[in-house]
T-cell receptor
Framework: ETGVTQTPRHLVMGMTNKKSLKCEQH?????MYWYKQSAKKPLELMFV???????ENNSVPSRFSPECPNSSHLFLHLHTLQPEDSALYLC?????????FGPGTRLTVL | AQSVAQPEDQVNVAEGNPLTVKCTYS??????LFWYVQYPNRGLQFLLK??????LVKGSYGFEAEFNKSQTSFHLKKPSALVSDSALYFC????????????FGQGTELSVKP
């Protein structure tokens, strides 16, 4: 256990659905991250939050909408996704050093 | 621009033999270097890091890595591989004066056979 939790662990959704992924850490970290991990591709950094402020958006389509209400919680709101968005979505947190990862949400878009 | 290269998609080793997973990096300034391991259907687990000091860094599960500035490398090593070491390994780098953003390599699949 890394101290970073993610829910749900698995999610199947249609292209017209709206869903949210949740990430939570109580490690006292001030930075949180969303990554996308697709088969045969390197980890893609999607968003970075420092002290609840978004500091990086790596040209992510607007159908992915992050939210960071406080330093312990991070959400990824999903709407009108495409089948190519199917992947493992990983959350991580850090205090400036190594990042601690959650177990991921396996997302399948039908 | 910062980058990390893991030249081998897959490494195959017999149990009990030494293993090496290669990583080279490109970064301006002093690098902070990391290794992570990912088991099937799991998130990434931190193994070890190099910030400063001794070039040989020891980490979890008997792994170690050697920082080589002249060759810009940070290869992961273990003297005696276990079948349970079979997993996906990621090298990552960031600049010393930057925030927590890491640049990851593409990953190397390690397979240890009995």
């Amino acid at each position: 256990e890394t101290g970073v939790t993610q829910t749900p662990r698995h999610l199947v959704m249609g292209m017209t659905n709206k869903k949210s992924l949740k990430c939570e850490q109580h490690l006292g970290h001030n930075a949180m991250y969303w990554y996308k991990q697709s088969a045969k591709k390197p980890l893609e950094l999607m968003f970075v939050y420092n002290f609840k402020e978004q500091t990086e958006n790596n040209s992510v389509p607007s159908r992915f909408s992050p939210e960071c209400p406080n330093s312990s919680h991070l959400f990824l709101h999903l709407h009108t996704l495409q089948p190519e968005d199917s992947a493992l979505y990983l959350c991580a947190s850090s205090l400036g050093g190594e990042q601690f990862f959650g177990p991921g949400t396996r997302l399948t878009v039908l | 621009a910062q980058s990390v290269a893991q030249p081998e998609d897959q490494v195959n080793v017999a149990e009990g033999n030494p293993l090496t997973v290669k990583c080279t990096y490109s970064v301006s300034g002093n690098p902070y270097l990391f290794w992570y391991v990912q088991y099937p259907n799991r998130g990434l687990q931190f193994l070890l890091k190099y910030i400063t000091g001794d070039n040989l860094v020891k980490g979890s599960y008997g792994f170690e890595a050697e920082f080589n500035k002249s060759q810009t490398s940070f290869h992961l090593k273990k003297p005696s591989a276990l079948v349970s070491d079979s997993a996906l390994y990621f090298c990552a780098v960031r600049r010393d004066n930057q925030g927590g953003k890491l640049i990851f390599g593409q990953g190397t699949e390690l397979s240890v056979k009995p």
